[in-house]
């Protein structure tokens, strides 16, 4: 199993925007210096929710910062770009970051984005596969032509060429069968979420696809709020900090939200789980004990491969979200780590 640190640079309470990148900036350092493999940057627009409207210029900030991670997004709102552009942007990062670039991509969901933008979200799908089939072209071949419905354009160069070939390696973010679906068909490596019964059907209907598709092994991703400590009253004071990020996602999932000013506030949820079965099946809070047992739960029923944390959770203290990161590298990945080597074929008995 691999481990990323996920950022999604938001602030309820509106913090100063150098403020949360140099948060972010920061917990990225440690998290190469702690042996992560990867550090991940979401795209979001309009509100306190997520403050980094331009993921590709952070990553190439951090690559700057930092030696070994890939850097990763997640996701590019695809259906908010022009997919010439949105080529050469792509291979330019990879470029500037010595072809560390893994690339998460994702259709979007917030309604509050796309009226803004001026672009219809329930051609999100239609968009996104046509600009997707554009953007793979311009990364792998040279001279590109296309007449479509939202785009056309005659025979183009584009530049520069990424490092990464044929093009940096594409992640596909989503939730459901149909999601899972898409990625296999394309080839995608997944980022999924949500409950543990949730997962092991995502990941069932994502392999078999892979397979009657033709191809190999993928990554299959899952992103989870993290918190750990030894002190149960830490762990319990965190939990509104996790229900800001899904409070607040749920409602601009649905069109509901509540931005005031650009400031995102959290409202509950209908239907919400009960803080108990959210804790047990969808939160990775607790000690290292617990969390290590959630996550071979995770990597066993649901063939979960990488796991990326969101250890700065909702309005948690930098402190405090990088004490929970440093724990979880100290006392949760060298073990899981270890026991997969004593595990693997060929290893010692």
Not at 42 to 66: D, N
Not at 154 to 174: D, L, M, N, S, Y
Not at 177 to 188: D, F, Q, V
Not at 228 to 237: A, G, Q
């Amino acid at each position: 199993m691999k481990f990323g640190a996920f950022f999604l640079n938001q602030s309820p309470e509106m913090r100063p925007s150098d403020e949360v990148f140099g948060r972010s900036i920061e917990m990225a350092v440690a998290a190469d210096q702690l042996g992560f493999d990867s550090v991940w940057l979401a795209e979001h627009h309009f509100s306190s929710y997520g403050y980094c409207s331009h993921p590709l210029l952070m990553a190439v900030k951090i690559a700057e910062r930092t030696k070994n991670v890939r850097i990763g997004i997640a996701v590019m709102v695809i259906p908010f770009f022009h997919p010439l552009r949105l080529a050469e942007d792509i291979a330019m990062a990879d470029q500037l970051m010595d072809g560390r670039l893994d690339l998460g991509i994702g259709r979007g969901y917030q309604p509050f984005e796309f009226d803004r933008f001026g672009v219809p979200i329930e051609e999100n799908m239609e968009r996104f596969n046509e600009i997707m089939d554009i953007v793979t072209r311009c990364l792998s071949e040279d001279g590109v032509s296309y007449q479509g419905k939202y785009f056309q354009f005659p025979t183009t160069h584009t530049f520069p060429r990424p490092i990464q070939k044929p093009h940096p390696p594409f992640w596909h973010a989503g939730s459901s069968t149909t999601s899972m679906k898409l990625s296999a068909e394309r080839g995608y490596h997944c980022i999924s979420s949500g409950p543990l019964e949730q997962l092991k059907e995502n990941s069932t209907v994502y392999n078999q696809a892979l397979a009657s598709h033709g191809w190999g092994p993928r990554e299959f991703a899952i992103l989870r709020h993290t918190f750990l400590s030894y002190d149960p009253e830490e762990i319990d004071k965190q939990y509104d900090n996790a229900m800001y990020v899904r409070r607040t996602a749920g409602h601009l999932r649905a069109g509901t939200e509540k931005v005031i000013n650009g400031r995102a506030f959290p409202q509950p949820l209908p239907d919400e789980a009960s803080r108990e079965e959210f804790l047990e099946t969808t939160l990775l809070m607790g000690n290292p004990e617990e969390c290590l047992e959630k996550i071979e739960r995770f990597r066993d029923q649901a063939n979960v491969t990488y796991l990326l944390c969101q250890f700065d959770i909702g309005g948690l203290e930098t402190d405090k979200a990088m004490a929970s990161m440093e724990l979880f590298a100290r006392e949760v990945m060298p073990r899981l780590r270890e026991a997969e080597k004593a595990e693997a074929p060929g290893a010692a008995s």
